[in-house]
Each structure stands twice: as structure tokens, then as C-alpha cells.
């Protein structure tokens, strides 16, 4: 129930530029919230007069009402973001058990081209919302957007990349509509009907497994731990277009500059095909020279565990693990890691597992398809030489 007090309005008209929707109007210098309005709360936030009020009262879920498993699509570098496939491969599997309908969200400027890869990855139905404004992620807007979507379709289940978008973008709606949020999931299956939600906690020594008396149940669940469809399908899916209003004036960010990162990191470690990766065995900040140089040979980029990071030999954005990226490489060499709980967690799903290590007892080994005991300072040069050996025969 939404309310209006007379008494506290001043017909300052932030509700009818906030809206959405386009469910609020101005009698008599009086808000007025026509029948569009889905309780997305954008008019309640951003009343400076505290005017508007809406009370969700507190009753029994009927589960019957909430069908279908959401993904909300992510757009970078004009793609769509592996994750999202990822997400998608992984719907399929929970919407075909619960015998639901699998849908994307899609938001943004001049977006519905990506509703044809979408529907080859898996979504029967896209609810598509596209606005000028939109070409750039803003927490305000995106936030209203789908909590209206979230109040007017009832899904029963939406899943968000963990990304830097996704850690921003659930906590809000799920505040917003007062319901549960499982964090950096690594698993995500049915059980009895519900969504059981697995997630690493104290410090990756134990997996939790969630699940929500909310509805929808939401999640965001880690890149490179879900496998997208291996075959896309020719499926055409169906289009939902959502019409929303944004007011430029009711959104309190504004991009005003883009920078694209290069040097370290230039190709994305959670996109990378290749990973070099060091770990407390280097030994000193210039053995990384001898990962950077096998990297080069193999066309991959560095990662590390978090001690590499801490000394701060390489940057935050390279470190692999619980508290750091999650890869899932074709090839992962690990040089001088012993393999923590907290980094296995974010590497152990990469297809081809190498590991270069002195300590035959070292826990990674247990993860690794080849395993050298060696010290690395003498087993990489021999792998460098052995691989441009190989290059040169070829």
C-alpha cells in the first residue's frame, strides 16, 4: 500500500521525475499515484518532504504465485559478459527442474541485439528495458527498474553475476524489497522446490549451504564456476518490452569519464585462457620476471595468491581466490603455491592444472593434473627453452 500525505507534500514534483513508470502526477500540487505504479519505492526515497510512504505488509508467502528463474544480463566492452552465459547454462538446469520458464533482464541503450545470443544460451523469455539514459550502469535506476519488474512479474528465483555491477546492484533491491541475499555462491541447486544457495564461509574453510524464505530468492553467484551451454541453440526468445521513464534529474551519479585499463591486467584474469601464477615459493619480487616471461611464450597473464598481493608485487586485480578473482582458465600453471583452501577455491574448476612446487606435500597437488617437484627458479627456464625448442621445430 503507497500513501501520500497531504498535509507534508509541497509539490515539489522529485516523485514524478523519479518514477520509472510514469505512475506519479501532480493534482493540485499533490502527488497522485496512478495505477502503473508497482511499489518500486523510487518516490519514497527521494521525497524530500517524506511524504510518501509504503507499507509491504508482513503475511504468509504463497510460493504458488512466484514462477520462473531470472538472470539479469550484464553488457561490457559491447558484450555480453561471460558470466551472464555462464548464469544462463546454469538457469536452464534449475528452470528445467522446476518445469519454469528460464528469462534474462536486459537494460540499457540500443540493447536488444544482445536478446539473439541470449536466447542461444538458454533464455525462452527476455524482459528487455531500453532508455537513452541507460547506456551506463547507475545503481539508482537500474535498482528501480528491475525492483519494479521484481513486483510486477513475481519470479521465483534471480540470479546476478558476482561482479562489481552484480556486489552493488542485489544488495540494493534486496533492501529495497525487504528480501534474503545469498552472496558469492560457487553452487546453486534445487532442493524440494526451493533454491539451495552454496557458498564458501569462514574464510573458505567450510561451505554453506542457504536457503531463503523470501521470494523471488536471490543470489549472485561468482564468475567461472558455472559452465554456459556448449552447444548454443537457434532458439528465438520471447520479447518482453518494459517501458520506463528516466529522468536524468533523479539520478544521483553521473559518468564523466571512461579509462580503459592497460599494462598489467590488459586482458582481464577472469577472462584469460592462460594463467601464470606465483605464490609465496617465488621467493623474491624479481622471480616474477621468470612467470612473466613464461606467460609471454604461452600468451597468458600473471596471477597470484594473496601473500603476492599483501607484498604487493602485483596489483589486487591479479589475485586469485576466496578474497580475490575467481578463474577458470584452459591452462592454470601454478609456480611456488602451496594451495590454501582460500586459493583453491578459485582456481581448482580450470580445465589443465599445472603445478611447479618444492614441497611434494603441498595441498595443491591434490587439484593438479601435472604435478613437477622442483624449484622453480630452475624448472621454469628449462620449460621456457623447451617451448621455444618446440615453436621452432614446428
Given amino acids: 500500500m503507497i500513501e501520500v500525505d497531504a498535509e507534508k507534500c509541497s509539490g515539489c514534483k522529485k516523485c514524478v521525475k523519479v518514477c520509472p513508470y510514469g505512475a506519479v502526477t501532480m493534482a493540485d500540487k499533490l502527488a497522485v499515484i496512478g495505477d502503473e505504479c508497482n511499489l518500486c519505492g523510487a518516490c519514497e526515497q527521494n521525497c524530500p518532504e517524506g511524504a510518501?510512504?509504503?507499507?509491504?505488509?508482513?503475511?504468509?508467502?504463497?510460493?504458488?504465485?512466484?514462477?520462473?528463474?531470472?538472470?539479469?544480463?550484464?553488457?561490457?566492452?559491447?558484450?555480453?559478459?561471460?558470466?551472464?552465459?555462464?548464469?544462463?547454462?546454469?538457469?536452464?538446469?534449475?528452470?528445467?527442474?522446476?518445469?519454469?520458464?528460464?528469462?534474462?533482464?536486459?537494460?540499457?541503450?540500443?540493447?536488444?541485439?544482445?536478446?539473439?545470443?541470449?536466447?542461444?544460451?538458454?533464455?525462452?523469455?527476455?524482459?528487455?528495458?531500453?532508455?537513452?539514459?541507460?547506456?551506463?550502469?547507475?545503481?539508482?535506476?537500474?535498482?528501480?527498474?528491475?525492483?519494479?519488474?521484481?513486483l510486477q512479474f513475481n519470479p521465483n528465483i534471480v540470479l546476478f553475476g558476482a561482479t562489481h555491477v552484480g556486489r552493488d546492484l542485489a544488495p540494493r533491491i534486496a533492501s529495497n524489497l525487504e528480501l534474503g541475499l545469498t552472496a558469492d555462491c560457487t553452487g546453486l541447486s534445487i532442493d524440494e522446490g526451493r533454491l539451495l544457495q552454496t557458498r564458501p564461509a569462514f574464510g573458505g574453510n567450510v561451505m554453506a549451504d542457504i536457503l531463503s524464505h523470501t521470494r523471488p530468492q536471490m543470489a549472485t553467484v561468482r564468475p567461472n564456476v558455472m559452465k554456459k551451454l556448449e552447444s548454443p541453440t537457434d532458439k528465438v526468445p520471447e520479447i518482453v518490452e518494459v517501458s520506463v521513464n528516466v529522468d536524468p534529474r533523479g539520478m544521483r551519479t553521473k559518468v564523466l569519464e571512461r579509462t580503459e585499463i592497460s599494462g598489467v591486467g590488459a586482458v582481464k584474469i577472469d577472462e584469460a585462457d592462460v594463467i601464470i601464477a606465483g605464490g609465496r615459493g617465488l621467493g623474491s619480487k624479481e622471480n616474477l620476471k621468470l612467470l612473466q616471461d613464461l606467460a609471454d611464450e604461452l600468451g597468458g597473464v600473471l596471477g597470484a595468491s594473496r601473500v603476492i598481493v599483501d607484498e604487493q608485487w602485483l596489483p589486487k586485480s591479479q589475485q586469485i581466490g576466496q578474497s580475490g578473482i575467481t578463474v577458470s582458465p584452459k591452462l592454470y600453471i601454478g609456480a611456488g603455491i602451496s594451495g590454501a583452501i582460500q586459493h583453491l577455491v578459485g582456481m581448482k574448476s580450470s580445465d589443465t592444472i599445472i603445478v611447479i612446487n618444492k614441497d611434494p606435500n603441498a595441498p595443491i597437488f591434490e587439484v593438479a593434473k601435472i604435478g613437477v617437484v622442483g624449484d622453480l627458479t630452475q624448472v621454469i627456464p628449462a620449460l621456457i627453452e623447451a617451448i621455444k625448442a618446440h615453436k621452432a621445430a614446428q
Fill in 52 to 150: 510518501i510512504t509504503i507499507q509491504r505488509k508482513k503475511v504468509e508467502i504463497d510460493e504458488s504465485k512466484f514462477k520462473d528463474v531470472w538472470v539479469v544480463a550484464e553488457i561490457a566492452e559491447n558484450k555480453l559478459k561471460n558470466v551472464t552465459l555462464e548464469l544462463l547454462g546454469k538457469g536452464r538446469e534449475l528452470a528445467d527442474e522446476l518445469g519454469q520458464t528460464l528469462c534474462a533482464v536486459l537494460i540499457g541503450k540500443d540493447v536488444k541485439s544482445y536478446t539473439k545470443v541470449l536466447g542461444e544460451y538458454g533464455a525462452d523469455k527476455i524482459y528487455l528495458a531500453e532508455n537513452d539514459l541507460l547506456e551506463f550502469y547507475n545503481t539508482d535506476s537500474y535498482n528501480m527498474i528491475i525492483s519494479g519488474m521484481i
